[in-house]
């Protein structure tokens, strides 16, 4: 998918997570900000290890890694639509849940991905080439 690509799927599910977000209130507007923060916090890991400009700390990709791979956030989504909970608990899960899918597509569409093990950007799937400057 190219940079727009990644850009308009990232402001509709964040323009659909604030929705839900300001629609159901209490609960669901700081964990729809926790969805959208949260996947970042892996980068406290790595606070006092060295590295290069653009490398992330060895020690915090792993949960980088897996806080910003799509499968948790498409589980939590998926779960909050089928499992028989009270629609206000289903509103605890989804809200987050498209929160953390936006912070995802827009980590895309600026060029964010996976890290390898020592903290590079993943260079096995580069943004297409025709959406860069």
Request: contains cysteine; aromatic residues 10%; hydrophobic residues 55%.
């Amino acid at each position: 998918m190219t940079r727009a690509g990644w850009t308009v799927l990232g402001l509709f599910l964040l323009a659909f997570a604030a929705f839900e977000a300001i629609k159901y209130g209490g609960w669901a507007v700081p964990l729809g900000l926790a969805g959208l923060i949260g996947p970042d916090s892996a980068l406290l890991l790595g606070i006092g290890q060295r590295t290069e400009p653009g490398q992330l700390a060895p020690r915090a990709v792993p949960v980088y890694n897996a806080l910003h791979h799509w499968l948790p956030p498409v589980v939590l989504l998926v779960f909050s639509l089928v499992a028989p909970v009270s629609h206000a608990t289903l509103v605890l899960m989804f809200t987050p849940a498209l929160a953390w899918l936006a912070h995802l597509a827009l980590d895309r569409a600026l060029g964010y991905g996976l890290r390898t093990r020592d903290g590079w950007q993943c260079a096995a799937r580069p943004v297409s080439s025709a959406a860069r400057p």
